[in-house]
């Protein structure tokens, strides 16, 4: 198999960070690559942590398994860090994308040992004045296209229209706001 490249989310129910693994491998099809996304749920409830999984190749993916090894990992909610093991099997040469206020270097001190790079995005910040109510996975998504290179960034702004105009046809201010958001998760990641 190609170069293939794994993505774990960590988040909480209700902050989107399955709707953004998802909305990553619908941007990565219609550019031509093999995808997985996917959901791993503990209790079903909001607030409780999810994990989701993303798998990208250029050639056909024959793995069909949850991902122990990734190459990024994405933590939705900061909080996360304390509880869970977010960079559990992350390789050394991966790196992890973390939505918090805090710089790249504060959140590497959170991590303990952690070797790789570290990047922040404060999607809370850009959520708020974009949307005006606190979404991060759009703004987190952005990032996460910034720094992995998967897809490039005027190819995933038009497919991130066509998906939001789509699924907000009759809200055209969500889509505007949302467009923004993900736009400034592109520009505005440290690390």
Known sequence: MGKMIE????????????????LLAEAAFNTGKFVQGFPEYGPERMGAPITAYNRISDEKITIH?????????????????GSVDVTKGLKKDGAIIVNTSKSPEEVKKMLGNFDGKVYTIDARKISMECLGKYFPNIPVLGAVIKV????????????????????????????????????????????
């Open 7 to 22: 993505i774990r989310w960590h988040g909480r129910g209700g902050q989107g960070a399955k709707t953004a693994s998802l």
């Open 65 to 81: 398994s949850n991902i122990y090894e990734p190459d990024y990992v994405v933590v939705v909610d900061e909080t996360l860090i």
């Open 148 to 191: 992995t290179g998967i897809i490039p960034e005027e190819e995933a702004i038009k497919d991130m229209e066509g998906s939001l105009k789509h699924k907000f046809a009759t809200k055209p201010d969500v889509i505007e706001g949302n467009l923004k958001a993900f736009v400034r998760g592109m520009q505005e990641v440290q690390g």
